[in-house]
């Protein structure tokens, strides 16, 4: 069986090719803005979101110590809550 090739042999290699010279093609200035909503301003501002390191620090010891107990239905109830909200926003929109 014979695989025909797509690739001509007559086809100067890309390297041997010559390169026509550009045109200066700087780019003309734009006229688009761009605006920032405040919570992305303030996350480009350096305010840091609220941490509880106490909180944070009792959830790894509840984990190292195995009492930290994982709650699969209401994991999966706010996932869907959360798609649905997504959902319901692009429709919105």
């Known amino acids: 069986m014979k695989i025909d090739s797509p690739i001509s042999p007559n086809a ?3 390297a041997n090719r010559a390169v026509a010279p550009r045109a200066n093609t700087t780019p003309a200035p734009s006229t688009e803005a761009v605006s920032l909503s405040a ?5 480009q501002g350096g305010e ?3 941490v509880n390191s106490a909180r944070i620090q009792e959830i790894k010891t509840a984990i190292s110590e195995g009492r930290f107990k994982i709650n699969p239905e209401a994991i999966a109830d706010s996932l869907i809550a959360t ?6 926003s692009q429709r919105k929109a």
């Not at 919570?39 to 996350?43: D, K, M, R």
């Not at 798609?83 to 319901?88: E, G, H, I, K, T």
């Open 12 to 14: 100067a290699p890309l």
């Open 39 to 43: 919570a992305a301003a303030a996350l």
């Open 48 to 50: 840091k979101p609220p």
């Open 83 to 88: 798609a649905r909200d997504l959902v319901n």
